[in-house]
Nanobody
């Protein structure tokens, strides 16, 4: 069973940047995808971004589009989330998710993902 380990969270001021990493414990199949969700205190799970393991097809939520960039390094079994121009509303626990089949189900619904990590906290405050 694959394990996903996130890193790179922290506290930044509004307008700052962070880069999150998600390391998968085993090699991903070409059909898979890695993505990010987030959950703020008292709120539900929110889709952030996803990338297909082959082809690098990406999708973003409207709330982060233009500010966040998801990328990957296949040979390192790692996905990244570059977050720029962070705002207080981005404060949340960010966790990595994995789909066995990128084209299976809606990419923005957590129930379509097979695995997820424990997350890394991102706090944006002045």
């Amino acid at each position: 069973q694959v394990q996903l380990v996130e890193s790179g969270g922290g506290q930044v001021q509004p307008g700052g940047s962070l880069r999150l990493s998600c390391l998968a414990s085993e090699r991903l199949w070409n059909s898979a995808a890695l993505g990010w969700f987030r959950q703020a205190p008292g709120k539900g799970h929110e889709f952030v971004a996803v990338i297909s393991w082959t082809g690098g097809i990406t999708y973003y939520s409207d709330s982060v589009k233009g500010r966040f960039t998801i990328s990957k390094e296949n040979d390192k079994n790692t996905a990244y989330l570059q977050m720029n121009n962070l705002q207080p509303e981005d404060t949340a626990n960010y966790y990595c998710v994995k789909k066995n089949e990128f084209n299976s189900g809606s990419y923005d619904r957590l129930v379509t993902y097979n695995y997820w990590g424990l997350g890394t906290q991102v706090t944006v405050t002045a």
